[in-house]
């Protein structure tokens, strides 16, 4: 009786009288998750969507599934229909249940994608909008740092390590403010005793504001030590694995350096671009950004480039930060218009990362409603940190923001079904305000990244009564 319903199925995927028939047999068998599955099915081919699960002998490309806790699933199949067209279809609900609700898209719109024939020439790829939730003080994570004088300046990509600017005060140190390290065995475990870099690193002056590759294989900093070819030059140093040594500091030199001053190094995610700040004569106010490429990571900096209008003000710009990606730039300026009693935090965006940057724009008053400097943007972009001085005392604590995606499409100010649907007809696309994933501004494409993003947002704001 079992191969009978079976053979109803294969000849129609949406007979759900067949799905509830078998079930009832594999019941009969004591075959519970036999039986589950096909109710399952059934429920999905009830409410007019193609089964969860293609029958034996259906044509079948791609199947999957997200799981998150309070036991939702999200699950996805690719499936062909008589004429040819292949369709996405994606169940969302909790498991073991049968009210899941059920979505389907042509697979045509994905594969014009990938030819590039919805793709404007030159219009750019649109990113979704994110915002910022409330800074919170994460000072005790790093109950080595002395307040008055210590900042933290980068993390390392696997956020083993931690580097910060020590201004005089601690043992072992080499000159005015020196470069520290703090490491961890992983991500759960507590920070180790500070390690001074060294003197092959620091100086007798100050050596501040350090930026380590991706890689881990290159930090940057700046130095007003002697020898240099202006007053604060930046530098480099090298290790051959992550668990060497830093080698000497060497000074970029021209044409990196200028007579004039350069601070605030930023390495590029790829190692490829070297962003900074400078008072040299053809910039657009007191200190602007600019940026040094390179072809590979083993060729010299080229000559930098004014990072231009769209990002500098008249103002003083400074310490850039990069996204994972490389498509967002985070700094702060003393530009008139902000929040903040003295300076803002602003973000500028790009399509990609050989297109100009476009105007930045304020970060807006929940970040920027204390006084911070030094913004670093976490290595999965999920968080930004920044140093703040909430009583305006020069006590310095370190603060971490969530990144947070906008998840609500359609603007009614909850998360349900329709931003879900408006997700699932946007699949594919690229010019799409659904574009969640995998960061809050997504990555040019509305694909599973999203739909893994927006199961997380759906968990949060719609937690079940009994989980």
Known sequence: MGVLYTRRIQADPLDASAYARRAGYYDSLHNKAEANAD???????????????????APRRFRGAVNGPFRYQLAFSVGGRDNGIPVLCVAFGQKGGCKMKVFQVPMLAMSL???????????????????????VNIQSDFPFLNTANEWIKCFSADGLEVYFESWGGRPGGCGKVDL?????????????????LGPL???SEADMDASISADGLELYFHSGRPGGHGQNDLYVTRRATRTSPWEAATNLGPPVNSLESEFFPAVSPDGLEL?????????????????????????????????GPAVNSPAMDAWASLS????????GSDRPGGFGPWGDGYVARRASRSAPWQPAVNLGPIINATPWNAPKVS?????????CDPNDTMTYWTYKAPILPIVDFNADGKVDLDDLRLLIDNWGTD?????????????????????????????????????
């Open 324 to 331: 994972p990606d490389g498509l967002l730039m985070v700094f």
């Open 39 to 57: 109710m399952r099915q059934w429920s999905a081919a009830l409410g007019g969507g193609l089964p969860l699960d293609p029958p034996v002998g």
């Open 431 to 467: 010019k799409t305000l659904c574009d969640i994933g995998p960061f809050a501004w997504g990555d040019g494409v509305v694909d599973i990244e999203d739909l893994k993003v927006f199961i997380t947002e759906w968990e949060k704001q719609n937690p079940p009564a009994q989980p």
């Open 379 to 387: 290595a999965d972009g999920s968080a930004l940190y920044i140093i």
């Open 180 to 196: 520290w390290v703090c490491k961890r065995a992983s991500v759960e475990d507590d920070w180790g005793a500070p390690e001074n």
């Open 201 to 203: 690193v620091n100086s």
């Open 113 to 135: 994608v990938g030819l590039g024939l919805l793709s404007g020439l030159d219009a750019p790829p649109a990113r979704a909008d994110f915002t910022f939730g409330k800074p």
């Open 275 to 307: 962003y900074f700040e400078s008072d040299r004569a053809d910039g657009y106010g007191s200190y602007d950004f600019y940026v040094s490429t390179r072809a590979t990571p083993n060729d010299s900096w080229g000559d930098p480039v004014n990072v």
